[in-house]
């Protein structure tokens, strides 16, 4: 069992300086609920020092922040690599290596964030030096640009303010390119995600006097199983996409909680569901479905205890991806790759709130998403090899904006 920074690894894999990239990002704790500016502080040192111009866009706490840094200042805006740089939790996990130490073991280095998405933005890291030859050289005419954010895991969320100071500056990049583990095929296409929080508060009172009490659990009840039945609507009627694994927009209700004792008719419940629509379904139609039933079941309670209710907060919303196979980035990214053809995914990511905001994106990036978020998590040396070539190209071969 090696550190990526020994020798003795598998001919097929990326070169070591690539290797040591990794192996560094991989070092930072960047769980969502730490902080990323050890990591964001490093990769703009390390992107300063090759004469790039870097921004910082703080969160409100100013203990996250997002990158967004520019090789070629000057030219024209050319193509954003983009990646997130914070991990889902190890918390209960079983893993047979620290998760925070990259390590290589029969052709894979396993590691949080190996494949999502730390061994994209190491490979690209490394290839900013040959980036700025090309530029040097003649051959790579528009800058490329580094996009590294704070969040993704928890909704996108510090994507968001990385886009805004690039309208607020009025730059438009030809496209992006968004690193996530497809197995290096091109994807052009993902649902959009969407998570909601129900708070049911109703009136306490004993169980043998169910009468003088609004049960809250109850109540939320009826909610959740009319979720649950525009979920089957959905899987019934509505066209669909079979490009996708699940080709409707599905519901699902994740996490219940509430009451306090069998013989104390409940108080306060809470539910969080999650609502992950086809690129072109209307999430909004379905919210007002939802928030329509709630209001009918508060006015319900009501008529108990005038104080009770319902509250259905939306807390946060992805826009889905939908990207022609026709477009200049998904053709370059189908040159790059090697790959005939295109796919969609039912995860989301930030390349819809790229495409939203103007920029033409696709996502195309090493490993396995299917290896991403469990114990182990890991991706395969031959992967990384062949994003790293992907990437190599780019100094020849890219996009400007027009």
Not at 158 to 177: T, W, Y
Not at 291 to 308: G, I, K, N, T, Y
Request: hydrophobic content about 40%; proline content about 4%; aromatic content about 6%.
């Amino acid at each position: 069992m090696n550190t990526v920074t020994e020798r003795g690894l598998s001919t097929q894999g990326p070169r070591p300086t690539a290797l040591a990239l990794i192996e560094r990002l991989i070092g930072f704790n960047t769980v969502s609920r730490e902080s990323n500016l050890g990591l964001i502080e490093w990769v703009r040192d390390y992107l300063t020092g090759l004469g790039a111009t870097t921004r910082l866009s703080y969160d409100s706490t100013g203990k996250k922040a997002n990158l967004f840094a520019t090789l070629g200042e000057g030219r024209r805006p050319g193509l954003i690599l983009s990646g997130h740089t914070d991990v889902v939790p190890v918390d209960g996990q079983n893993w047979d290596t620290d998760p925070f130490v990259a390590t290589i073991r029969e052709g894979r280095l396993y590691g949080r964030g190996s494949a999502d998405m730390k061994g994209f933005l190491g490979l690209a890291l490394d290839a900013a030096p040959g980036y700025l030859a090309a530029m040097e050289a003649g051959t790579l005419e528009s800058a490329m640009h580094y996009a590294l954010s704070y969040d993704e895991e928890v909704g996108c969320l510090g994507v968001r303010g990385l886009i805004r100071d690039l309208e607020e500056i009025g730059m438009k990049p030809a496209g992006c390119i968004v690193g996530e583990p497809t197995s290096m095929q091109p994807i052009v296409a993902h649902k959009g995600t969407h998570r909601f929080r129900c708070l049911v508060h109703g009136r306490e009172a004993h169980s043998s006097y169910v009468t003088h009490g609004v049960n809250a659990i109850e109540y939320a009840a009826q909610l959740v199983v009319f979720i649950r039945q525009l979920a089957d609507e959905l899987a019934q009627n509505e066209t669909r996409d079979y490009g996708f694994t699940v080709p409707y927009t599905t519901l699902s209700t994740g996490v219940i909680r509430g009451g306090i004792a069998a013989n104390v008719v409940p108080k306060d419940c809470e539910f969080q569901f999650d609502m992950r629509t086809l690129p072109n379904a209307r999430a909004a139609e379905l919210d007002a479905r939802i928030r329509a039933r709630a209001a009918e079941l508060a006015m319900q309670m009501q008529h108990v205890d005038p104080e009770s209710g319902i509250e259905l907060e939306w807390s946060s919303s992805t826009d889905g991806l939908n990207a022609s196979e026709e477009e200049a980035i998904v053709q370059l990214a189908m040159q790059l790759s090697g790959e005939h053809t295109t796919g969609r995914v039912s995860y989301g990511t930030e390349a819809g709130l790229f495409q939203k905001a103007g920029i033409p994106s696709v996502i195309c990036g090493p490993g396995d998403i299917a290896e991403a978020h469990r114990p182990n998590e890991f991706v395969a040396l031959e992967q990384l090899a062949r994003c790293e070539a992907f990437l190599g190209k780019l100094g020849a071969q890219t996009l400007a904006a027009r």
